[in-house]
């Protein structure tokens, strides 16, 4: 199969702005399927990535991205299954095996808490230097849903920007776009309303009602 069978827009060149959110790894600037996100609240940063779920060959380059980001807070928003079906690869130590081995990072699980509606474990990683990375793994927001209660959702995101220190907050749930992107959708919400910037909340809110009303609007015109 040459170039020239192939569709035109099949071998154009991918657009120059990929490059300048996607998550480079190493020297090579590797690929991972990552996207760095940054806004401004005020003068304060937030600085995310938001990545898919590791699959058993991303694993390695999942951590490689954690420890060339420094980033110390992992917040998972999937199980590792849900009805029947595999959103994720279990990519931590997890007892019995209190440690892990990936290329060259050793991980050991130095301690965990399994709350009503979330997991905390204290991940240490090892590469010359040794780290700890907070990994945080809610539990009760099925894929294609929302959470079961709404105050768990704000108090996980409170307790995630609490420890949250240096580097990016690294956000995946399965595919990396679902949940992952209302978790960082409603932690710059949280910030808005917290730096007294209700009015520009209140006016995204007027906004997605409008479309709303305007979708029903039109979804009766086109049953009568």
Known sequence: LGPKSLPTPAIEPLPKFYDATR????????????????????????????TQGPLPCTVADFWQMIWENESD????????VELGKVKCHRYWPEPPQHSLDFSEFHLRLDNYQIL?????????????????????????????????????????????RKIHQTGPITAHCSA???????????????????????????????VVLQVLQNIEAMESRLLQ
């Open 23 to 50: 998550v480079p790894l190493g020297a090579t600037r590797g690929y991972i399927n990552a996207s760095y996100i940054r806004t401004h609240i005020g003068e304060e940063e937030h600085f995310y990535i938001s």
């Open 176 to 206: 990396g776009i679902g949940r992952s992107g209302v978790l960082l959708c409603i932690d710059i919400l949280l910030s808005c309303i917290e730096k007294d910037l209700c009015d520009q909340y209140l006016f995204c809110y007027e």
């Open 73 to 80: 807070v992992i917040a998972m928003m999937t199980k590792e």
């Open 116 to 160: 009503e509606y979330f997991i905390i474990r204290i991940i240490e990683i090892i590469n010359k230097q040794r780290r700890f990375v907070k990994h945080l793994q809610f539990t009760t927001w099925p894929d294609h849903g929302t959470p079961r209660l709404i105050e768990h959702l704000v108090k996980f995101i409170r307790y995630m």
